[in-house]
């Protein structure tokens, strides 16, 4: 049994087939996702996925690309929504300094909201973290952050290091799965199987298999198949392992 701990299949074109999406995962073995939320639109048709299926769970947050927008208003709608009971974390949050859409002191102000939020209700963090390693771990460690995951890892093993030793996990994709992404692969070699979950980010990153095609939760099956491979382990056991450090990591 396999959980797909970051997926978006409130996103269009998956929308417009979510039973389907979710029938399609049941037969590959995902028992369990979790839909994160990137807005207030995104987060609240994610709790009303969760709400309607079991097994599916919610996060609220907003995306750090999006940072810009958040008005206090929106942060209590957010807020509010984040006590729903099917929502099991805070994010996806973090720092995205690649193209910078929104300026780096509003982004790293919104992370802090998140972490302390989360710190409120006793909720882990999804983290998104793109060109801004060092930053966002400092941030983390220095408010509290007890409990969070760097969501998509896409960074060097040395900064997996870092993050390992604070106690944080890491979430792999089908990114994995691609030729050129040999330093990643040496990632996931390299990473303790208890620091460990898997995800699609889907309708996003395809596995290596179904490149062109829209990702779907169905399709995490590549990513445990992968990382078996890596980590030169039964295939049952990243299943065991993973599916176990999700449920215990989200409180699920």
Same mark, same amino acid.
């Given at each position: 049994?396999?959980?797909?701990?970051?997926?978006?299949?409130?996103?269009?074109?998956? *929308? =417009?087939?979510? $039973?389907?999406?979710?029938?399609?995962?049941?037969?590959?073995?995902?028992?369990?996702?979790?839909?994160?939320?990137?807005?207030? /639109?995104?987060?609240?048709?994610?709790?009303?996925? +969760?709400?309607?299926?079991?097994?599916?769970?919610?996060? &609220?947050?907003?995306?750090?690309?999006?940072?810009?927008?958040?008005?206090?208003?929106?942060? %209590?709608?957010?807020? /509010? !929504?984040?006590?729903?009971?099917?929502?099991?974390?805070?994010?996806?949050?973090?720092?995205?300094? #690649?193209?910078?859409?929104?300026?780096?002191?509003?982004?790293? =102000?919104?992370?802090? %909201?998140?972490?302390?939020?989360?710190?409120?209700? =006793?909720?882990? !963090?999804?983290?998104?973290?793109?060109?801004?390693? $060092?930053?966002? !771990?400092?941030?983390?460690?220095?408010?509290?952050?007890?409990?969070?995951?760097?969501?998509? #890892?896409? *960074?060097? +093993?040395?900064?997996?290091?870092? &993050?390992?030793?604070?106690?944080?996990?890491? *979430?792999?994709?089908?990114?994995?799965?691609?030729?050129?992404?040999?330093?990643?692969?040496? &990632?996931?070699?390299?990473?303790?199987?208890?620091?460990?979950?898997?995800?699609?980010?889907?309708?996003?990153? *395809?596995? %290596? /298999?179904?490149?062109?095609?829209? =990702?779907?939760?169905?399709?995490?099956?590549?990513?445990?198949?992968?990382?078996?491979?890596?980590?030169?382990?039964?295939?049952?056991?990243?299943?065991?392992?993973?599916?176990?450090?999700?449920?215990? #990591?989200?409180?699920?």
């Amino acid at each position: 049994m396999l959980i797909d701990t970051h997926c978006h299949i409130q996103f269009k074109p998956l *929308s =417009n087939d979510i $039973e389907g999406v979710i029938n399609r995962a049941k037969k590959e073995g995902v028992k369990k996702m979790i839909v994160v939320g990137c807005d207030i /639109k995104s987060t609240q048709e994610a709790i009303e996925i +969760a709400k309607n299926h079991e097994g599916i769970f919610a996060s &609220v947050g907003l995306h750090p690309q999006d940072a810009r927008k958040l008005t206090g208003e929106m942060w %209590q709608i957010l807020k /509010k !929504l984040a006590s729903h009971e099917k929502v099991v974390a805070i994010g996806e949050t973090g720092l995205d300094y #690649f193209k910078e859409y929104s300026p780096k002191n509003v982004q790293i =102000n919104v992370l802090k %909201q998140h972490i302390a939020l989360s710190n409120e209700l =006793n909720k882990p !963090l999804i983290i998104h973290n793109r060109d801004a390693d $060092e930053e966002c !771990l400092e941030i983390l460690r220095e408010n509290g952050a007890s409990n969070a995951v760097f969501h998509c #890892f896409g *960074s060097d +093993a040395i900064f997996a290091r870092k &993050v390992w030793m604070a106690g944080y996990m890491t *979430s792999f994709t089908g990114i994995i799965t691609y030729p050129k992404a040999h330093n990643l692969r040496s &990632v996931v070699e390299e990473c303790p199987l208890d620091a460990m979950m898997i995800e699609t980010d889907c309708p996003y990153l *395809s596995p %290596q /298999k179904f490149r062109g095609k829209t =990702n779907e939760p169905s399709y995490i099956l590549e990513v445990a198949l992968e990382i078996a491979r890596i980590k030169n382990v039964p295939f049952s056991e990243i299943a065991e392992i993973t599916t176990k450090n999700a449920e215990e #990591f989200f409180g699920i």
